[in-house]
């Protein structure tokens, strides 16, 4: 499951990056509010931890303006503001958790699973904006919609959902045939032209970018990069 820790401390933040990933979790890193909503916009994540005092902006104010964007990405809020009124205000805001600094890293581990389990996010789900992925079921969806893909078109999707960047075509080779396939890159380009067309059929669905020199990248509809 994907997370995302926005933290400006680095110490705390290389602590809980290590700690979360020994937990099985991959854990994308910001400093900042203003990145950290655009990442949270594209629904690649699972649940937030969100520190409240951040260098370019108050993590209540981050945290309300998600919501009022209608990211409901689960947020739990990791602070030195203690106080029952500091809890309220983060409530209040459209936190679902908060735990006041210094904290027990057993106890962080085990809200996060409890307030994932609230969200409905099930092992093995990712999402990119309007389109989801159940990993194990091998099912896509955009919204409500299934789509139909084959297997290997599934697994080449589910490899630009994770990559959560641009993906080589020697990434996709690797990842979804194995290291050791003699399949070529032209294969790499059929399924991306399937997988175009699939996602074409519908208006909110995320789309494909081919960048030159780096790969493919999902990108949100009218999104530049």
């Known amino acids: 499951m994907k997370l995302l820790l926005v933290e400006d401390d680095p110490g705390i933040a290389r602590f809980a990056l290590r700690g979360l990933a020994a937990e099985g979790y991959v ?22 931890i969100l520190d409240l005092g951040l260098p370019d902006c108050d993590g209540l104010d981050l945290c309300r303006d998600l919501r009022a964007a209608g990211i409901d990405t689960p947020v739990i809020m990791l602070t030195a ?39 409905g996010m099930r092992p093995g789900r990712i999402a990119f904006g309007t389109l989801r992925l159940d990993q194990i079921a091998r099912e896509a969806f955009v919204g409500t919609v299934r789509l139909t893909l084959s297997r290997r078109a599934f697994d080449v999707l589910a490899a630009l959902v994770q990559g959560g960047g641009p993906v080589a075509r020697e990434t996709l080779l690797k990842s979804v045939w194995g290291s050791d396939t003699e399949v070529s890159d032209n294969s790499v380009d059929v399924y991306i032209g399937t997988l175009r067309r699939v996602l074409a059929a519908h208006p909110d669905a995320p ?18 990069i």
Not at 88 to 96: P, V
Request: hydrophobic residues 40%.
């Open 81 to 119: 503001r203690t106080t029952l009124q500091d809890r309220l205000d983060g409530f209040d805001c459209g936190a679902d958790d908060y735990l006041p600094k210094p904290f027990a890293f057993a106890e962080l581990v085990a809200r996060l699973a409890a307030m994932i389990r609230r969200s």
């Open 207 to 224: 789309t494909i970018r081919t960048l030159r020199g780096q790969g493919f990248q999902l990108v949100l509809k009218n999104e530049t």
């Open 27 to 48: 854990v994308d890193w910001h400093r900042d509010g203003r990145n950290a909503a655009a990442s949270l916009a594209t629904g690649s994540y699972c649940a937030a």
